[in-house]
């Protein structure tokens, strides 16, 4: 079965208190975009993300605020920043890499909440039982001249979801993918 193609860049998911912090008492995100994926949007607001080693400035706030702080980035923003995040569901953020945000307006450490994050396909309940994926895992099949299969990729049940596959900036690019490209669920 075919799907969409969803290009996931670094992006950092903020608490109200966080957001706060950064960017001073009562603030809140102000939308740019929405996002393919409902009740989502890109936030006009960025910040710098920061280890011991380097940094990475102008990454996208995404909203809604959320009840956890986290921080998703490619492997290759990895190793510029000098950190080994483990690749995880989103939400997932304990024993996580640590990482420091930066706002105008202040600085918030961040114990845990640096991941990259898993290969995964929105779906809603309706859906995965019309098209029969059961599984927790599938495999999927990239055509063209940098074709390939992509195993472990999660399948992310919710009760409202465009159906897409997400990928980060590192797994697109190894495939010649852009946003909007199709590719095929090969099952289970």
Do not use: W
Not at 23 to 28: A, C, D, I, K, V
Not at 144 to 149: A, D, P
């Amino acid at each position: 079965m075919k799907i969409g193609v969803g290009v996931s860049a670094r992006h950092v998911h903020l608490t109200k208190q966080t957001l706060e912090t950064l960017f001073g008492e009562g603030y809140s995100l102000t939308k740019k975009k929405d996002l393919s994926q409902p009740l989502q949007f890109a936030a006009e607001e960025m910040v710098t993300i920061e280890t011991p080693k380097s940094k990475i400035e102008r990454v996208r706030i995404l909203g809604p605020i959320r009840p956890y702080d986290q921080v998703e980035i490619s492997k290759t923003d990895a190793v510029k920043l000098g950190v080994n995040p483990p690749v995880r569901n989103s939400g997932k953020v304990e024993a996580s890499e640590s990482i420091t945000l930066i706002g105008p307006k202040g600085k918030v450490f961040l114990e845990k909440g640096c991941i990259i994050p898993t290969r995964h396909i929105h779906i809603t309940k309706k859906q995965r039982e019309e098209y029969g994926l059961e599984a927790e895992m599938v495999s999927v099949r990239i055509p063209g001249e940098k074709g390939g299969i992509l195993d472990s990729v999660y399948i992310k049940e919710s009760e409202e979801a465009f159906f897409e596959l997400h990928l980060d900036t590192d797994d697109a690019n190894a495939h010649l993918l852009a946003q909007g490209s199709v590719v095929e669920i090969m099952g289970e």
